[in-house]
């Protein structure tokens, strides 16, 4: 068994929890923010079979639903690239775990293969969402810093993430230790940035579902015939 | 670095830390910038090259505000996140050229958003922002104001408006014999409200939806006061107006002890009275409210009226008004009722919950300072009737005739617009 640098001991151990910490702590002031607003209540009554636990289940599955949102029906190739993006950053957030705590799960070729894969097509998606936020004209002027940091730090973590995925330190732990303070770094930055949207996704989804359910838009009646 | 403000500009924030509840927090916090919207938009379709009409960037313009004002991460980084507030009053005319002059409040780009951002509702309450604070375009003052002072949108005094039932029952006697438009009957089972449109401009759908009452033997009633359900209050943002407006009418069918309020073809009329008002008038009013859409299909599901859908065989296409379909899920009634009424029914694409708005959505038709903006973007519109091959355009709401008509004449459309009052009425057999 390869003994670990002290370095990266730190960087996969008690530099991720400090952060981990962090980002809870932040999340758990941000989640009160969010409550110390006024809820607004809805007063209308039911329309007719509708109710608002159908339409809010409708509206949290919605993205999983492609086909109900016109957005992405017209544009299937930019919904494959949010899957794939999404998917990527979810394997990677599973990886920074898995590496300390669990690397056995990681030993088969054909896991590390997969993983590389995964997070190669992911970072070739961010690629492409990251080109068209510079060349379309519309979303530039939409676009802040934030907004260009946010996707360029997903893409560079994306690409050390399939570097790091072998996870053999023996051989140098350069890719390793890049990911893992890649990662912590991520973990301090996400809740000060448009990363975090992932933490209202739930609440905006919760509110628009229970009022449009209740007033019996959601769950979208479509027109299959066209 | 500025600080010194306009008394408007700081009036205006203080506001906004006032209204913004929590579903405005989150659509102002969750947008992600991602442009899933952006070509959802008719004002962007119809101009391409101008990224001033994404939904995300008119979003972004009292977004800015918030986050510089009430967003830890604007307070603390504005340049990075995009925070900006206002300091002067030209700012704030360039907010309302945005929020009143580029958004119908439509609601198409609130459907299609990945995230649940309801920019058409924060947009509605960025106007209540501005209107506090006496910015809005002209029209919209005007309308407002009648609607404070005389309880409808179109300055209709109580005697015209009474004259008016008067002449139309005179109309109807030579062929309803016995028909009778009542007017402050108590107990009745319908309490019928109406657009103040209808009594100035379009008197014969009053005689219509009268006809349809009379032959389904309906105890019905309309009232002296509270008789307008439409409500400029949805359209500038005002709470206090929707709850004043609605308020009215409540009073009306409250003091009647009307079983049912019945609410003629009006997509804002019928949102603003049904679903918001009672939020806004902070009450639970206790009597049932439905559209003249589900009344009239009622009557002939329950064999009350008797139609024939050869007298309307011309082909006929619907207008989904977008308060009633991306605002309160009416979308299969409107279409059952045609398809008992007319004989060539075809759909315009897209349809429902994703038709495109006639673009007199929002009170645009009252901002004539905005009409040439409002007509290019009713390109879209033109386009989806023109490809219906349709002869007839019809829809469930007088706002949606108006702006209709308005494109039909810019773009020399062969087609007429009608209300679904007007085919039943024309199938009735007597």
Known sequence: MHELTPLLKFAEGKLQIATLVFMALVYVLKIRWILSFPAGRDRQAPAGASNAKRGVAFSLLAIAMPWTLASFRQHPLRYAQFVVFHLGVLLSIVMSLLIPYAPRLMRAPHVVLGLQAAFGLAALAGIFRLVRRISDRSMRA?????????????????VSSAMAAPNHPKSGELALLIYFFLTAF?????????????????????????????????PLVRDHAH | MRTERSHKAEKLI????????????????????????????????ANPGDPSYAPA????QLRRLFKAH???TGKLAPWWVGAKSVYTDKELEELMDTVFGKCTNCRRCSLVCPMGV???????????????VGVMPAGVAAVAKDQWE??????????????????????????????????DKAGADVLYAINPREVKYDPRTIAEAAAIFHLAGENWTMSSDGWDMTNFGLFNGDDELGASAAGRLYDAAHRLGAKKVVISECGHGFRSTRCEGPTWAKQDIGVPMESSIFTMLNYIRDGR????????SAPVTYHDPCNLARSCGITEEPRELLRAVCLDFREMVPNRAENFCCTGGGGAMSMSEYAPRRLKSASIKAEQLRATGARVVVTACHNCVDALADLIRHYKLDIEVKLLVNLVSNAMVR
């Open chain 1, 142 to 158: 939409i676009s802040s810093p934030d907004d260009y940091f946010s996707i360029c730090l997903l893409i560079l973590w994306l």
């Open chain 2, 14 to 45: 203080e506001r906004m830390h006032e209204k913004v509840n929590r579903q405005a927090m989150l659509s102002l916090e969750a947008c992600v910038h991602c442009g899933a919207c952006t070509d959802q938009c008719h004002y962007v379709l």
């Open chain 2, 305 to 312: 009226i008797q139609v024939d859908p050869v007298r309307n």
């Open chain 2, 150 to 183: 005389l309880g409808n949108q179109m300055g209709v005094l109580k005697e015209e408006y009474l004259e008016t039932l008067s002449w139309m029952e005179e109309e109807l006697e030579t062929e309803y014999s016995g028909l009778h438009i009542p007017v």
């Open chain 2, 118 to 132: 309801d920019l058409a509702s924060f947009n509605r309450m960025a106007r209540g922002l501005l209107v506090h």
């Open chain 1, 186 to 218: 991520f973990l301090v930055y996400v809740p000060f940035s448009k990363i975090s949207h992932y933490l209202y996704y739930p609440f905006a989804r919760w509110y628009l579902g229970r009022t449009l359910g209740r007033r019996g838009v959601y």
């Open chain 2, 57 to 60: 960037c008119k979003g972004d």
């Open chain 2, 70 to 72: 009430m967003d830890w």
